[in-house]
């Protein structure tokens, strides 16, 4: 069959998206593979999912716009460039190839003419272009910081890109290193980000959607100035318990900023620097986990609390994070257990001012309750409660010009530079007389040098850095001996916009055409994996917001529905190849054909449940699509039928499933859709060989909405079905079939007869039978017969069609 019906595709092109206004639009994107071999099992399931919404779409008459491309710069294409001593395009375009030409044998609707990949040099001239106008937006700037970096893979990480403390690609343990590098501006996003899941409520998956409002982390609290002996600028900490000030008994600050160095005294600096030896050395997790023993060291440094004057020792110690508010915190041990622990090892004193509950035998008291010991000569917040009390002391914190209101956020700024080769050059040139000059437009792209093998090997500087004739230019500006920056995007810039591209992936004058976006855009659905729920998406969200805010796009949000499909595991492990149970598409294709594979991805459960292939059977879709497939051969009644003569009972199983149907593909319940299918075609072949014959209009009714809904899930068999029913190709644009509403009123419903209270019978009774008619059948039923024996019947009480309730006695 596919060697049938692939020509004659692509000869017919039916998915290309027309945009001619003859017909309102529909985005389908699912998110673009990597091109790392060919396909797996896991592309198959989300291609499958994927699928049966766009073809859902197109059978609905939709001009659908579903576009494929490929995320095609990244660390797997360099590692095999310097194993096989080649440029990184070589694996790249020869897996982009192999790919390609799996997904048009799995017969998915993509739009073929739209294909793009983000290390094409035509795509990456937009990717290093849209850079540009961030840069100039300043939103897109360079800083020195402690970064986390691979040791293995010799590069720096975003750090979404960093998981319990490892690196995410390959797993080694991330150190810190300092660094200068590029970063996004993502935190003056902070606010709308979080603002704007409101139009994705009910849309996206709730667990996304809180995935990301964790990842944005909105705190509100105060800033609180510290005064310091001999040194003129206070230490501001971020508070979110302004209420605790009075009970601030010490300070700490990160040993790894900037403060710590400045303010240790000369008597402690021995120790400091011992210890922040040791910080540099462990993770991010490590240093926050509550588990862990406190360490830190005094810095010799007093500063004053100012709510009551009090002098108290600073301290640095690693459980305080740099970049996370201002890298100093007033300690409070007796509401916050991490203080507590660390005034517990070193001996520092402890004053609660919040009144712990009756009988509280904890350490640190979290909860609410009166303050206590909380009281200076011009204000008091004894006996106020937790929220009353921030509002007290921050009013006087303003007044006093010592402190104001503030919201914090746990999003960092994205960390785009890499230390690598394959992914966009950063356009930049660095002058010694004019610092960071941009690539001028009608330069792009700033296209890779041809380097291979040994040439790429981790450095830990770009392996560009050593193209000197690619890196030495004249200054843009000035015309002066100048270089440029030898480092790489980071591949998620590449993926923050591909979707905007599709829209006119020809397109030469930007990297969009505005008026083409504005037709296609949102998506309105999404498919992908979970594992993207917070590092993509939020990027996406991110560059749409930015470039919304430039005047390129007119909306605030990229997608609008979101899918995220299970994963495909084998014995109730991911699929690994260290565990060896890794399940090879392509022979699974070979054994059961595209159809069945697809068919059993679909019907395997809620598409965001996990698939176990070991409790799959594909033979089992493979069976029930050879039975779904000789239905149309059993066909007698001639094309175009009237079905209207046909059999009632088999017109209503079909209208009553393409009703339920329609209804399931709306609710995305995909799986409950094959099932209906399948109940379907047993009721077909039913009126077939034992009911109204196979000359009978309505059979060829049934069979050919067969092959329609099919066609969503099984195109091969379905096309096929339907050159066997006489049709034209392809049934893939055949329409969704209409439902006659007169044909979805059940032929009986059920009545239940009680006597006082109790179910005595259920009886099928005509919709519209009368009370009359109703009671007479209740009557003569011989269970309720049975149950009256002996008895006076006192009140009937009749509710046709469903209910007769009997008093007797
Ligand atoms: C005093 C205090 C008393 C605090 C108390 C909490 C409870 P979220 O909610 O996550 O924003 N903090 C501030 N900056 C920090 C840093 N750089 N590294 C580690 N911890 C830091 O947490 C804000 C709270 O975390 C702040 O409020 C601060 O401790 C601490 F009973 O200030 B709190
Ligand atoms: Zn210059």
């Not at 990301?212 to 909105?218: L, P, S």
């Not at 009013?395 to 956020?409: A, H, I, K, S, Y």
């Not at 966009?424 to 291979?452: F, K, M, N, S, Y």
Request: hydrophobic share 40%; proline share 6%.
């Amino acid at each position: 069959m596919q060697a049938k019906w692939r020509p004659v595709w692509e000869k017919l092109d039916p998915f290309k998206a027309r945009d001619d206004g003859s017909a309102e639009r529909r985005y389908a994107l699912t998110m673009f593979p990597y091109p790392s071999g060919d396909l797996h099992m896991g592309h198959a399931e989300v291609f499958a999912l994927h699928d049966v919404q766009a073809r859902y779409w197109f059978q609905q008459g939709y001009d659908v716009l579903n576009p494929i491309g490929w995320d095609s710069f990244g660390l797997p294409a360099e590692n095999a460039a310097i194993r096989n001593n080649e440029n990184p395009a070589v694996y790249t375009y020869g897996n982009i190839e192999t790919q390609a030409e799996s997904i048009r044998r799995y017969a998915i609707s993509f739009d073929w003419s739209r294909r793009l990949a983000t290390s094409d040099p035509e795509y990456y001239k937009w990717t290093q272009w849209l850079f540009l106008r961030f840069y100039e937006k300043g939103l897109a700037y360079r800083k020195a910081s402690f970064v986390n970096w691979c040791p293995n893979d010799q590069t720096v990480l975003a750090n979404e890109q960093v998981v319990q403390g490892a690196c995410e690609r390959c797993g080694a343990a991330v150190t810190k290193r300092e660094l200068t590098q590029w970063y996004f501006k993502v935190t003056d996003y902070a606010q709308q980000l979080l603002d704007d899941m409101d139009q994705l409520a009910g849309k996206w998956p709730e667990r996304v959607l809180l995935m990301q409002r964790n990842w944005i982390g909105r705190s509100e609290g105060a800033f609180a100035d510290f005064v310091i002996e001999g040194r003129e600028e206070p230490i501001k900490v971020f508070t979110t318990r302004p209420d605790t000030l009075f009970g601030a008994t010490f300070m700490v600050v990160a040993p790894d900023s900037k403060l710590a160095d400045e303010i240790c005294t000369a008597e402690q600096r021995p120790a400091f620097e011992e210890y922040l030896k040791a910080v540099k050395a462990s993770t991010e997790i490590e240093r926050l986990s509550t588990e862990r023993e406190k360490t830190g060291v005094f810095l010799g440094a007093y500063a004053t609390n100012p709510v009551n004057g009090e002098k108290v020792p600073v301290w640095a110690a690693d459980y305080v994070l740099a970049d996370y508010g201002t890298g100093a915190i007033m300690a409070v041990p007796a509401q916050d257990q991490r203080d507590w622990d660390f005034a517990e090892k070193f001996d520092l004193p402890i004053v609660r001012t919040v009144q712990p509950d009756e009988g509280f035998e904890g350490k640190a008291f979290t909860g609410d309750g009166p303050a206590i010991n909380s009281a200076n000569d011009e204000v008091s917040l004894n006996g106020l409660g937790v929220a009353e009390a921030k509002a007290a002391i921050i009013d006087w914190l303003e007044q006093n010009g010592t402190g104001e209101r503030t919201v914090n956020f746990r999003l960092r700024d994205w960390l785009l530079s890499r230390q690598r080769y394959w992914g966009a050059p950063i356009p930049i040139i660095h002058c010694p007389a004019c610092g960071e000059v941009p690539v001028p437009d009608d330069q792009l792209p700033v296209e890779l040098p041809d380097l291979r093998g040994e040439d790429l090997a981790p450095k830990g500087v770009s392996p560009l850095a050593a193209a000197t004739d690619w890196v030495n230019v004249s200054c843009p500006k000035c015309g002066g001996d100048a270089q440029r920056d030898t480092d790489t995007m980071d591949t998620f810039v590449d993926s923050s916009w591909y979707y905007l591209r599709y829209c006119s992936p020809d397109y030469s004058e930007g990297p969009f055409d505005p008026e083409a976006v504005r037709r296609w855009m949102p998506a309105q659905q999404y498919v992908g994996g979970v594992e993207h729920a917070i590092l993509h998406l939020l990027y996406s969200r991110f560059f749409t917001k930015a470039l919304r805010d430039m005047g390129l796009l007119d909306f605030d949000e990229p997608f609008t529905g979101l899918l995220n499909q299970g994963q495909v595991i084998n014995n109730g492990k991911a699929m690994s190849k260290s565990l060896g149970n890794g399940v090879n598409l392509g022979e699974q294709i070979d054994a059961f054909g595209v159809d069945a594979i697809r068919l059993t991805m679909v019907f395997a459960g809620p598409p965001d449940d996990d698939i176990d292939w070991a409790d799959m059977s594909p033979g089992g879709s493979l069976r029930f699509l050879q039975r779904a497939w000789r239905l149309a051969g059993s066909v007698e009644a001639p094309v175009g039928a009237d079905p209207a003569t046909g059999d009632l009972a088999l017109r209503k199983a079909t209208h009553k499933t393409v009703h339920e149907v329609t209804e399931l593909l709306e609710a995305m319940r995909f799986n409950v859709v094959v099932a209906r299918i399948m109940e379907l075609v047993n009721t077909t072949r039913k009126a077939i060989d034992s009911g109204p014959g196979a000359a009978d209009p309505a059979v060829r009714e049934a069979v050919e909405t067969v092959a329609i809904l099919l066609s969503l899930v099984a195109p091969y068999t379905a096309e096929d079905m339907w050159e066997n029913l006489g049709h034209e190709p392809t049934v893939a644009k055949a329409g969704w079939p209409t439902v006659d509403p007169a044909l979805l009123v059940e032929d009986s419903v059920e009545a239940i007869v009680q006597i006082a209270g109790k179910i005595k019978d259920r009886l099928q009774v005509s919709p519209d039978i009368t009370d009359a008619d109703l009671e007479a059948m209740a009557m003569a039923s011989d269970a309720v017969q049975t149950a009256l024996a002996g008895k006076t019947v006192r009140k009937v009480i009749v509710r046709a069609p469903k209910l007769v309730n009997i008093v007797a006695g």
